[in-house]
């Protein structure tokens, strides 16, 4: 239809150029009375043709819509697009997934951590439960008669004396000290220079009442015999005990216990010290003088084969004398 139009628009224009070409030539030709009727055949031909000018513009007018369309499809592209794009963003949701699969898996990490410490925590208990069981192993253990009886010091003027004789197995660091129970093997302790102790007679029942007795090599041994925080009694310190009671006669009574001594003859104990008379092992292995002599042993050296000792007896004094290494005598320790 629209090339039809085309066709006869351009029928006309060649008719119309054809007559316009005509009319020029006419005019050129004369002035003569017939030329106006020409121009205004001319005329009338040129204002025929103006509406077939004007019916080109609907034809003109008739191309907007196929742009129209072709804007639509433009926009239909475009909607195209859109939904591509929207396509495109709809992996979002499975990133939200794969972020919610993440966080699951942190949950399961955390809950992985809360089951280790819970792990711990039992591991925990598992030491609780062994140290509950350590502590209570060694309550299962009787107490040694062996430990020492001392249960405290007593202060007698300026110096801080051990309630009760020694009653120690081993030295400072933890050592033995070898028990000798035979008169052979206390000879032969003696003989060599060797530390020793025993009860009196070999009886712990008298180890409970007055400590066990030593050789001065034990006294002397280099590893300790006196417990941590406390040394053993010199020549110095037993002299300076008598001198402040008022001198070895008047201190005998003083230091004495109120009991286990024989025919009566017990002290009034009023220090605190409470000596007993333990008695003594000699040097050939023989038991002599319990309830009538308490001995004890001094630090101190008095010859090479003897040492200082001190001594109570039945008539209250406090002796100083030397007896041979070999012997065995009660040991009281003090805190310096």
């Not at 002035?31 to 080109?56: E, N, Y």
């Not at 008739?62 to 939904?83: G, I, L, N, R, S």
């Not at 660091?173 to 060797?194: F, L, M, Q, R, Y």
């Not at 200082?308 to 070999?326: A, C, E, I, N, W």
Request: proline fraction near 4%; charge should be positive.
């Amino acid at each position: 239809m629209d090339m039809e139009r085309a066709k006869t628009i351009i029928t006309i224009t060649g008719v119309f150029m054809f007559l316009f070409s005509y009319g020029n030539t006419s005019g050129n030709t004369g002035f003569s009375g017939g030329s106006d009727s020409d121009l205004t055949k001319s005329i009338s031909v040129q204002t025929q043709t103006k509406p077939t000018q004007t019916s080109t513009k609907p034809a003109q007018t008739q191309t907007k819509p196929a742009q129209t369309q072709t804007k639509t499809t433009q926009t239909q592209t475009k909607t195209t697009q859109t939904q591509t794009k929207t396509t495109k963003t709809t992996p979002t949701p499975t990133q939200t997934q794969t972020k919610s699969t993440q966080t699951q898996t942190k949950s399961t990490q955390t809950q992985t951590k809360s089951t280790q410490t819970k792990s711990k925590s039992t591991s925990t208990s598992s030491k609780s439960t062994q140290t509950k069981a350590k502590s209570t192993t060694p309550a299962s253990k009787p107490v040694a008669a062996d430990k020492s009886k001392d249960a405290g010091t007593v202060k007698i003027g300026a110096q801080s004396w051990a309630v009760a004789n020694l009653n120690v197995i081993t030295f400072r660091n933890g050592d033995s000290i070898p028990e000798a129970k035979t008169n052979k093997e206390w000879v032969a302790a003696g003989e060599s220079g060797s530390p020793a102790w025993c009860y009196y007679n070999n009886d712990p029942k008298n180890g409970a009442k007055y400590g066990k007795l030593y050789n001065w090599y034990a006294v002397n041994d280099p590893r300790g015999l006196a417990p941590a925080g406390w040394t053993l009694a010199s020549d110095d310190d037993w002299a300076e005990l008598g001198s402040h009671l008022g001198g070895p006669g008047a201190a005998g009574n003083k230091l004495k216990g109120t009991s286990l001594w024989i025919n009566g003859n017990n002290g009034t104990n009023e220090t605190g010290f409470t000596g007993l008379p333990g008695g003594y092992r000699v040097e050939n292995g023989t038991f002599t003088n319990i309830g009538s002599i308490g001995t004890w042993w001094s630090s101190t050296e008095s010859k090479n084969l003897t040492a200082f000792d001190y001594y109570l007896v039945l008539s209250g004094s406090l002796d100083r004398s030397t007896s041979p290494k070999q012997r065995g005598e009660s040991v009281r320790c003090i805190r310096k």
